[in-house]
C-alpha cells in the first residue's frame, strides 16, 4: 500500500471506536465521576471477592499454596541431579574414587579435569579433580558410569554464583569426615543396600 493510499485507506469499515473529544468534563466534580465510571466496575469487586477467600483460607484453614523461599524449600525427588557429591567408604572412611578416569572420558561437556599419581604405597590416588560448573549440563553420566559409586548427584541445586565459572575442587564435594555416619547413599544400578551397616564387618587383621 502506498502512502497515499494508506492515509485515505477507509477505516469506517474496521470497527475502530472513535473518542467522544466534544464532551470531555470541564469541573472536577464531573471529572470525579467519569474516572469512578471508569473504574469501578462489577468486576473489582469480584476480584476482591476471590482475594479475599483465598486470604480467609490461607489464615484460618492453613491452605498455604507458597513457601518462604530460602527458609524453606520445598523436597526434591531422589533422583534429581544436583551438585555432585563425592563419597567416602562407610567402612574405612577414605574416599572411593579410585582414579580411573571414566567420569572424565566420559564428560560430553569436558568439565571434568583430574589427574592421578602413585602414594609412597605405589596405591593410585587422586592428586587434583575439579568439575566447571559453568560448563557442566547435569547430564548424569559421570554417576552413571562410575565403578565405585564414588561421584553422585546430591540434593544441593543452588547454583548460582558471582562468577560465570564456578569450579569445585574434590575436597568440596567429598563427604566431611565428621559427616560420614550421615553420608546419604542413593539407590541404582550398584548401589549400596539400605541395610549395608548391618553389614559391615571389621576385617581381621590376621586375614
Ligand atoms: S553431569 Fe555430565 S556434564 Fe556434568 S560433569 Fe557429569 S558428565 Fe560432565
Ligand atoms: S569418580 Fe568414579 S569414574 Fe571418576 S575417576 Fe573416580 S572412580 Fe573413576
Request: hydrophobic share 35%; net charge positive; glycine share 6%.
Amino acid at each position: 500500500m502506498s502512502l497515499e493510499q494508506f492515509k485515505n485507506r477507509n477505516i469506517g469499515e474496521q470497527n475502530y471506536k472513535m473518542l467522544d473529544i466534544e464532551h470531555r468534563p470541564e469541573k472536577s466534580w464531573d471529572r470525579f465521576k467519569q474516572a469512578f465510571g471508569r473504574s469501578i466496575k462489577i468486576e473489582l469487586f469480584i476480584g476482591l471477592a476471590v482475594t479475599f477467600g483465598i486470604m480467609i483460607r490461607t489464615l484460618f484453614r492453613g491452605e498455604t499454596h507458597t513457601i518462604r523461599y530460602p527458609f524453606e524449600k520445598i523436597p526434591i525427588s531422589r533422583r534429581y541431579r544436583a551438585i555432585h557429591e563425592m563419597k567416602r567408604l562407610l567402612e574405612s572412611g577414605n574416599y572411593r574414587c579410585i582414579g580411573c578416569g571414566l567420569c572424565e572420558k566420559i564428560c560430553i561437556s569436558k568439565c571434568i579435569a583430574m589427574d592421578t599419581r602413585y602414594d609412597e604405597n605405589q596405591r593410585k590416588e587422586v592428586s587434583e579433580y575439579t568439575i566447571n560448573f559453568g560448563r557442566c549440563i547435569f547430564c548424569g553420566y559421570c554417576a552413571e558410569v562410575c565403578p565405585e559409586l564414588a561421584i553422585v548427584h546430591g540434593d544441593r541445586y543452588e547454583t548460582a554464583s558471582e562468577q560465570r565459572a564456578s569450579f569445585a575442587l574434590f575436597e568440596d564435594m567429598l563427604t566431611p569426615i565428621d559427616k560420614l555416619k550421615s553420608q546419604k547413599e542413593y539407590p541404582g544400578f550398584g548401589a549400596v543396600s539400605p541395610n549395608a551397616d548391618d553389614n559391615i564387618k571389621k576385617t581381621p587383621l590376621a586375614y
